[in-house]
């Protein structure tokens, strides 16, 4: 990896020949010092996906031996199948889409609006608002949950989906205060001009603040879809079917008793269920690379 | 700005994205909220009139079976079962509960019966004893006690198990001791210098073989905590008022327990020894042949079965302290109990009579090799022979005729986190931050005052 | 003239403000307004959700007064979130920018190794990690050994256990590293190559330019670090129950306990209002003396 062509920057040529060389390869050096410190942190991040994969494949033996096998001497492919057989794990990972769809779609909508309103307008109220939205984080949620419940009871949404995501369409706290603060940093005169131009207020948040905030909306995007994704105490609360679960409430099924669980099936369904949300991750991070041309706008 | 229009797109991009996946996904599950049974508010989770909710936290897959064939042979009857992890089911309850929207039966842990129902949280059951003529005689002592409260019945037995030390015959004929003799748990001076005996360390102090740890924790064992307490003739409480953490019978046995640890090496050691080792499910430094003795509870037969074949091991009651022939064990284990304000009564106790039926018991005790609590099937040959261990199961299923069972009071979860998991009071004393007798008095404190607060809420 | 142009400007940000945030002022009345009054009034009851409530005016706050092992989960916690949280930030600033370099080729994979960790099942990273930290065999202490150190029993000594699980949170950059990859994005380049011009090192640029510019993203990751990281139960919850000698009791496992065990859900409400007003002063703290230091581009 670290023989990769380096990119040279043509602002670096110099008059002096022998001082552009050197300065070259300390610039070589650099890079190849930071491949080498990214390389080796990305390999630890990456262990424990490489962990859950070859604990999936390891045989009862050597599940628990001191010290662990990195490379397990023997290989069971056939807990996929087992895990896929005992447990309607595509049945779960269907409601899961479902669910994260709704939520990406609920939050990428309602949160932009709300931290639109937060970023660009003072109002009567409105730091307060920005203070009781805050709070919204602060309260740990054992203790609203049974009177939130009662709330979704009156509404007759036990044992639907509607709980699991109607909420995701009027905001979500930690999602508007990172909109807000990306918002907060796009300059107003953007806006002053399209406003002098006759651009209505939503035409400026949807024409100029949205696109500028491609990266931000992204975040948003696979934050939400990993938490919906993840969340696990909402459809246990929820939900009382077996064919309403979700994949990370499923996961579950593979505890089948106080002492039984079936550790590489269990491992197995959880490969399964990081997939998606890895792919969905890597796609999508061209939003970060790409960037916005704010530079250009500004000057 | 000719990005933006493009953008837009992206952005809309996304969502219909989004929105294809969810069409997809619809198609995948058809549980789908348009297809799903509006449950209109009404006080029942959404479910047809004859279908009954039963949530368990164990033994999903053998109850899956059951309820099929319980199904077949009742055509009217129809049970959505909803399992859960062991520990998790609890908040879903309570939760549900509160909403007026319970299942109509679940199988509970037995020792959570007397906080649970003891708050109103189960439904009375004494008239399904008069309806099906259910004799308390069938079931063992330990855990038809548990199901009462106060004079009334909240649950009937499902399960059971129970605690027995067990030791690794290899070991001890390498020590030069006599595989085939029980340690001596009537002596506990001898059991802490068997313990140290067995004891063997490496160059760096490290401990490679672990003699005896007389506490629950990452493989050590599981339920020998109160298997002590009560071999000593210690007991948690005085009456249904009145706790007594504070009992020198207590204090003498977490003065043992730290007797015993120091003499291994000391709480830094055996914490060392233990780490990694998972609390349950199978895995333990015992069954890799590393720590001589623990007590733990009789699903290891079937797990040593299963994960170490060769393991070559005994396993016999706990003694009564200073006594060679009076023993002493534990019956933990679940019970099938009905949330307060659930419907549909006559079909839980249907079931309920169902899954404690001759037939069912014996079957849950030969499938899953868990003792039933109904005596007969528990007895039954073809039970015990069904073991990879006949002799061993013999032992552990008739043990329940004089096994104990934990307090019957509101605060039993209190007391189960200070004395055993995770052993809060007990960590007092084995990481030297107070002396036994201090320990005792804190736990007195703290469950006296959380028994209090419970007898002025009932209002008595 | 002026006076009305102005009322009528600020009367029209008013009506946008509210129309904008709309979604969230009805979600708030509709989801959260009323069980955040009730879990409040809750906390004057005795409530176990499952017997009849009384009001007992302030005894539960009365209690906490006296609460040993509360004390002693305050201070686990506040240890915890003084170790995890600049940690986390400092950690995944550095893993951004370092994935922000024009010269790394293949980021988008480096990437994804980062964020991995972040997304899986919380039961799989424990097994994990409860191996990855245990004394003798695992890999940290392993690392450890090769430069003749001796690693602690991380989970296992009540001294080190709280440090084990700051470890553990790194675990969860990614979530970080994705909000700073954002928000390098938006520093203009022509800012970088004006400070080399001016013969800023690497160091001075970082502090010069890259602060300030992406200060409103580290503002938000401390901000909700600390939140999330006085919240922390998952993992005490799953993988040490609290131990050993309540070494990881943290603040939300004590309030789940008392809560769900123990049939405390008027004390346990009590208990989350106190966290609520500490986390709200410490934010609010952070909010003030965010003005010093947060730079909103305009």
Not at chain 1, 222 to 230: C, D, G, L, S, V
Not at chain 3, 72 to 78: F, G, R, S, V
Request: hydrophobic share 45%.
């Amino acid at each position: 990896m670290a023989t990769e062509p380096l990119v040279t920057h043509p602002q670096n040529t110099s008059t002096v020949r022998v001082r552009s060389s050197s300065r070259l390869w300390a610039k070589r050096l650099e890079t190849l010092i930071i491949y080498i410190i990214v390389t080796a942190l990305a390999l630890a991040f990456i262990f424990p996906l490489y962990w859950m994969v070859i604990t999936s494949v390891k045989p009862n033996a050597e599940l628990f031996i001191w010290p662990p096998t990195l490379w397990p001497r023997t290989f069971e492919f056939n807990h996929y199948g087992d895990a896929l057989r005992e447990v309607p794990i595509i049945r779960y990972l269907g409601n899961s889409f479902y669910l994260t769809a709704l939520n990406v779609i609920g939050a990428l909508l309602s949160c932009s609006l709300v931290a639109y309103a937060f970023a660009r307008y003072q109002a009567p109220g409105s730091r307060v608002l920005f203070v009781v939205l805050l709070a919204t984080m602060m309260l740990p949620h054992h203790v609203t949950m049974i009177p939130l419940f009662l709330v979704f009871r009156q509404l007759g949404w036990v044992n639907t989906f509607q709980p699991l995501w109607v909420p995701a369409f009027f905001g979500n706290a930690f999602l508007i205060f990172l909109l807000r603060q990306f918002f907060k940093s796009i300059p107003d005169e953007l806006f002053d001009a399209a406003r002098i131009d006759g651009a209505s207020e939503f035409a400026q948040y949807w024409r100029i603040m949205l696109p500028l905030s491609k990266p931000a909306l992204a975040t948003v995007a696979i934050f939400q879809f990993q938490w919906t994704w993840n969340d696990f105490l909402y459809p246990l609360i929820y939900i009382n079917s077996q064919d309403k679960k979700t994949i990370a409430l499923g996961l579950q099924d593979f505890y089948k008793s106080q002492t039984t669980v079936e550790w590489q099936q269990l491992m197995a369904a959880s490969v399964i269920m990081v997939l998606p949300v890895a792919l969905l991750f890597f796609f999508l991070q061209r939003y970060f690379i790409e960037g916005i041309t704010l530079t250009g706008l500004k000057g | 700005m000719t990005a933006n229009r493009f953008s837009r797109r992206q952005f809309l991009q996304w969502s219909a994205g989004a929105a294809g996946m969810a069409a997809l996904a619809a198609c995948v599950a058809p549980a789908a909220p348009g297809a799903a049974p509006a449950a209109g508010g009404a006080a029942q989770p959404a479910a047809a009139e004859s279908t009954i909710q039963f949530w368990s936290e164990i033994e999903k897959d053998w109850l899956e079976a059951t309820l099929a064939k319980y199904q077949e042979a009742n055509p009217g009857a129809k049970v959505e079962l909803v399992s859960f992890k062991w520990g998790e089911m609890m908040p879903k309850v309570l939760t549900s509960s509160a909403g007026g929207t319970a299942p109509n039966l679940i199988i509970q842990d037995r020792f959570r019966m007397a906080g649970w129902a003891g708050r109103g949280g189960a439904t009375q059951i004494d008239d399904y004893v008069m309806q099906y003529d259910v004799s308390p005689d069938d079931f063992w002592p330990a855990t038809w006690a548990e199901g009462n409260w106060q004079g009334k019945l909240y649950s009937i037995p499902f399960n059971t198990d129970g605690r027995f030390i067990f030791w690794n015959k290899d070991l001890f004929s390498a020590a030069g001791l006599d595989p085939d003799q029980a340690p001596p748990t009537y002596d506990w001076e001898a059991m802490r210098d068997l313990a140290a005996q067995l004891t063997k360390s490496n160059a760096n102090g490290q401990v490679e073989q672990m003699g005896f740890v007389p506490f629950e924790k990452n493989g050590y064992g599981n339920g020998g905590d109160y298997v002590y307490a009560w071999s000593n003739g210690g007991e948690f409480m005085k009456d249904d008022r009145t706790a007594w953490m504070d009992n020198p019978k207590l204090v003498e046995t977490l003065q043992w327990q730290k007797d015993v640890v120091e003499g291994v090496g000391g709480i830094q050691a055996a914490a060392d020894f233990s780490a990694g080792w998972p609390s349950t499910a199978g895995f333990s430094p015992f069954g890799a042949g590393t720590l001589a003795m623990m007590v733990n509870g009789d699903w290891n037969l079937s797990q040593f079965n299963e994960y170490y074949p060769d393991l070559n091991f005994g396993m016999a009651p706990w003694h009564v302290r200073g006594s060679e022939s009076d023993v002493t064990g534990f019956a933990g284990g679940f019970c099938l109990a009905i949330p307060t304000g659930a419907q549909n009564l006559d079909a839980s106790y249907k079931l309920m009579n169902y899954m404690t039926s001759f037939d069912t018991q014996l079957d849950l005790g030969i499938q899953r090799q868990s003792i039933p609590c109904l005596k007969e099937a528990a007895l039954t040959e073809e039970l015990i022979a069904s073991s990879p261990y006949p002799e061993l199961r013999r032992i552990a299923n008739e043990s329940m005729e004089y096994a104990r069972f934990r307090p019957i009071t509101p605060v039993g979860q209190e007391i189960q986190d200070l004395w055993t998991s995770p052993g809060t009071g007990r960590d007092w004393v084995l990481y030297d931050q107070k002396t036994p007798e201090q320990a005792a008095a804190d736990m007195q404190t703290q469950v006296q005052k959380a028994l209090d607060e419970f007898w002025t809420s009932v209002g008595a | 003239m002026r006076a009305t142009r102005f009322r009528s400007l600020r009367s029209r940000d008013t009506l946008w403000f509210y129309i904008f945030a709309s979604p969230w002022i009805i979600g708030f009345v509709l989801f959260y307004l009323g069980p955040m009054i009730a879990s409040a009034y809750l906390s004057l009851t005795n409530y176990s959700v499952l017997m009849p409530t009384r009001f007992v005016g302030l005894y539960n706050y009365e209690q906490m007064l006296q609460d040993e092992s509360l004390r002693l989960a305050i201070w686990n916690t506040a240890y915890y979130t003084l170790f995890a949280v600049p940690l986390g930030a400092a950690v995944s600033l550095a893993v951004a920018i370092l994935l922000n370099r024009r010269d790394i080729r293949g980021r988008s994979l480096y990437r994804s190794a980062f964020y991995i960790p972040s997304i899986m099942p919380i039961v799989a990273l424990s097994i994990l990690w409860i191996w990855l930290l245990q004394p003798r065999f695992g890999l940290i202490n392993s690392f450890l050994g090769l430069f003749g150190i001796i690693g602690p029993n991380w989970l296992g000594d009540p001294a080190w256990s709280k440090l084990g699980l700051v470890l553990m949170s790194l675990t969860g950059i990614g979530f970080n590293m994705v909000i700073f990859l954002a928000a390098l994005q938006g520093v203009p380049s022509h800012l970088y190559e004006a400070a080399e011009l001016d013969g800023a090192n690497g160091w001075q640029r970082f502090r010069n330019v890259t602060v300030p510019m992406i200060s409103a993203s580290i503002f938000y990751v401390l901000v909700i670090g600390l939140i999330n990281s006085f919240q922390i139960f998952t993992q005490s919850y799953v993988m040490t129950d609290g131990g050993p000698a309540d070494s990881t009791l943290f603040y939300v496992l004590y309030l789940y306990r008392h809560a769900f065990d123990y049939f405390k859900m008027g004390y346990a409400s009590a208990l989350a209002w106190l966290l609520f007003v500490v986390i709200i002063a410490l934010t609010y703290v952070q909010f003030r003396t965010s003005e010093k230091w947060v730079y909103y581009g305009n």
